[in-house]
């Protein structure tokens, strides 16, 4: 079954500090993975997805096949970065659109 | 403008009343899902629809029921509510590419 772990509920970081939130999953087939961002009081929206392989307000995100993992990065937090963080799974082309458990970062001035 | 709408935004409501949440997009997108989610927590996907007709249960079991005349309407109906059922419904739908949500309808139950 498909399954996405987000180990860490909160990371709490100072602004310019580096930043790694972790995403495992579990598929045997080739799934799509993405990341979506819900900052405060906003609507749940899409930050980056794996495929295009983009960076979006400085996060990078690399599929890692072996390690099934998915971790979002940026090398120097600000403080508009704060939000609640989900990775989520999907088949290529197919259904359901599975999400982890989140993980709120919170960046200190 | 091409959107997803749900209402209504906030409702509170007495046990055992029959409530319809209501979503709507405008963007022509054929799967359409509602996921259920307290406050920071994670999405638990509880319906989808791949198209006109098609519904499927999530993998959180729900007491709601859905349906799907309209390629733009999927409405979420709940028989009789109970204060179990208090939560935040989000709505989405789906191109190929990216998933949009809706605003969310926060439903208390007393």
């Known amino acids: 079954a498909q399954r996405v772990t987000q180990p860490e509920k909160l990371l709490s970081v100072f602004k310019g500090a580096p930043v790694e939130l972790k995403c495992n999953y579990s598929y045997s087939g080739s799934p799509e993975l993405f990341w979506y961002v819900q900052y405060s009081r906003q609507r749940l929206q899409l930050l980056l997805r794996h495929i295009s392989r983009e960076s979006i307000k400085g996060f990078t995100a690399d599929l890692n096949k072996g390690e099934t993992s998915f971790h979002l990065k940026k090398p120097f937090a600000q403080e508009e970065d704060s939000a609640m963080y989900y990775c989520a799974l999907s088949r290529y082309n197919t259904d359901k659109l599975i999400f982890g458990t989140g993980t709120r970062l919170q960046v200190f001035p | 403008e091409a959107d997803i709408y749900q209402t209504p935004r906030y409702l509170v409501i007495g046990t055992g009343k029959k409530i319809t949440l209501e979503c709507s997009q405008t963007?022509?997108?054929?799967?359409m899902y509602w996921y259920q989610q307290d406050p920071g927590m994670e999405l638990h996907l509880i319906h989808y629809s791949y198209g006109v007709n098609s519904t499927e249960k999530g993998d959180l079991s729900s007491e709601s029921t859905v349906s799907r005349i309209r390629t733009e309407h999927f409405p979420l109906t709940l028989e009789s509510a109970r204060p179990s059922h208090t939560s935040q419904y989000l709505c989405?739908?789906?191109?190929?590419?990216?998933?949009?949500f809706g605003q969310g309808t926060r439903l208390t139950v007393v």
């Open positions: 963007m022509g997108h054929d799967k």
């Open positions: 989405a739908s789906t191109s190929n590419t990216e998933a949009f």
